[in-house]
């Protein structure tokens, strides 16, 4: 009998670069049938090689979901795993956040988390197995300075993700969410130049700026993410469900 994931269909949202790219190509090797979705072909194209089917999808799009999540299980068969992992920073300080910057971070961090959960959590449960997992953030557990909009989004997808894991509690399907810190991801990286523009600094200085938010002072690896990931989608994880799992490199 194959032990999970090996056979399952993954879905990963925001899966060409950073953390869903690495999520994904973790579940690949694992023996996974992977579908990645972005609103980019360059990057979807490139993460999935051949090992991966590749859909474009956009998460703030209702019908868009709707047809991504049709077309990749018309292609590769119901989705068993789905990664929640697409979303924005954006970030300003409270005063000067406006109402379309609120909204579009809401937008893709938890009307696209809901969206896609609610396309699959039904059928999950009645085929009695299933595993969803939400990249959150650190943000939903605490607050930071010119964060509301995202740390607002990145709570309430907490708070959704508790809901999911209720409603299907004893049918086989777990709900969880990864809170990671600051990864070394694209995102990041365009913080990083941003901080070096700004202020002049060079890039180590600007890096360091952000791997001292976390504990351990060092920025953490996608694949550590990922890792954590996969062991919540693997044989023995069926007892963990509504839990919010910092990755954070130390205590909060």
Known sequence: MARDPEGRHALVTGGGTGIGAAIASALADAGARVTITGRREAPLRATAGDRMRWQLMDVTDEDSVARGFAAAEAAA????????????????????????????????????????????????????????VIVSSVAGLKGFRYGSAYAASKHAVLGLM?????????????????????????????????????????????????????????LIRPEEVAAAALWLCGPDSGAVTGQAIPISGGPL
């Open 77 to 132: 068969g119901p989705v068993d795993i789905l990664i929640a992992n697409a979303g924005i920073a954006e970030t300003a300080p409270l005063g000067r956040t406006s109402l379309e910057l609120w909204r579009r971070v809401q937008s893709a961090n938890v009307e696209g988390v809901f969206l896609c959960l609610r396309a699959v959590i039904d059928a999950m449960a009645a085929r009695g197995w299933g595993r969803v």
């Open 162 to 218: 508790k809901c999911a894991a209720e409603e299907v509690l004893k049918t086989g399907v777990t709900v969880n969410a990864l809170c990671p810190g600051y990864v070394a991801t694209p995102i990041v990286e365009e913080n990083i130049a941003r901080v070096m523009a700004r202020s002049g600094r060079s890039r180590a200085e600007a890096e360091a700026i952000f791997a001292a938010e976390n504990p351990f002072g060092r």
